[in-house]
C-alpha cells in the first residue's frame, strides 16, 4: 500500500516558497521558544511571540508579577545579542567557514541564548539564527491562576495536577520527585499523561499553559 506522506526534502524542494513562507511563520508564531532572524545589519528579520517577550525582559523592560513583561509592544534586539551576531558573521567572512554557534547566557536572569550564523543558498549576505529562552523565576505556585490555567487543571488527578504546578515554577523531575516525595519514574509517567491530556508537546509548553 502506498504511503500519503512525502518528504520534508521533496516538500520543500517542489512547494512555491510564496504560498509555503507563510505557513512556516504561522506554524512559528506561537512556539514556547524565541526565534530570530538577524539580517547582516543586525536589523531583525523576523521573529516570534516568545522573542518579543525574551528580549524586552534582556533589555530590561518593567516586569509584573509574574515575571512577564508588561508591554511587549516594539521589538528591540537587545545589544549583547546583536554583538553576538556581529561575531558570528564576522568569524563566517574571516575563515570562510560557517563558525560553531556561540552561546549567549545571563544565568541569573533565566536569559539563554544560542546564535547561528547562516548563508543562504542564492548567495546574499549572511542571516544570523537565534533561539531564545527565558526559564522564568521559580515560585509562581502561589501566584493567582487565571482562568484558562484552572480549566486545564479540572482535566489532571489531583496528584497530576500536583506535578503540573511544579513545572509551572520550573522545577525540573528529579527537583519534583523530590518535593512530592515520588520516585522520579513515577513523576515521568504524570508527566506523560499531563502533556496527553492538556494536549501539550513538552513540559515547557505545561509551563506557557499554566502561566497564561
Known amino acids: 500500500m ?33 526565534l530570530v532572524l538577524v539580517g547582516a545589519e543586525g536589523t531583525a528579520l523576523w521573529f516570534n511571540e516568545e522573542a518579543s517577550v525574551v528580549c524586552s525582559v534582556w533589555n530590561g523592560r518593567p516586569q509584573g508579577g509574574d515575571a512577564l513583561p508588561l508591554d511587549c509592544s516594539g521589538f528591540v534586539l537587545p545589544e549583547v545579542l546583536r554583538a553576538a551576531c556581529r561575531s ?66 479540572t482535566r489532571l488527578s489531583f496528584r497530576e495536577r500536583e506535578v503540573a504546578l511544579r513545572v509551572r515554577e520550573g522545577l525540573t523531575t528529579r527537583e519534583i520527585a523530590q518535593a512530592l516525595h515520588r520516585s522520579p519514574l513515577t513523576i515521568k509517567t504524570q508527566l506523560a499523561a499531563i502533556f496527553r491530556k492538556l494536549g501539550a508537546r513538552n513540559r515547557v509548553h505545561v509551563a506557557t499553559l499554566m502561566n497564561e
Request: charged fraction near 25%; hydrophobic fraction near 40%; include cysteine.
Open 88 to 153: 558570528r558573521i564576522k568569524a563566517l567572512m574571516m575563515t570562510g567557514e560557517v563558525p560553531p554557534p556561540l552561546p549567549v547566557a545571563e544565568p541569573d536572569r533565566g536569559l539563554y541564548a544560542l546564535v547561528r550564523v547562516q548563508l543562504p543558498a542564492d548567495g546574499s549576505d549572511p542571516v544570523c539564527y537565534l533561539r531564545l529562552d527565558y526559564r522564568r523565576p521559580r515560585g509562581d505556585r502561589h501566584r493567582e491562576l487565571s482562568r484558562s490555567a484552572l480549566n486545564l487543571l
Open 2 to 34: 502506498a504511503s500519503d506522506c512525502v518528504p520534508m526534502s521533496e516538500l520543500l524542494a517542489t512547494a512555491d516558497p510564496a504560498r509555503l513562507l507563510p505557513l512556516i511563520q504561522a506554524m512559528l508564531a506561537d512556539v514556547p521558544i524565541g
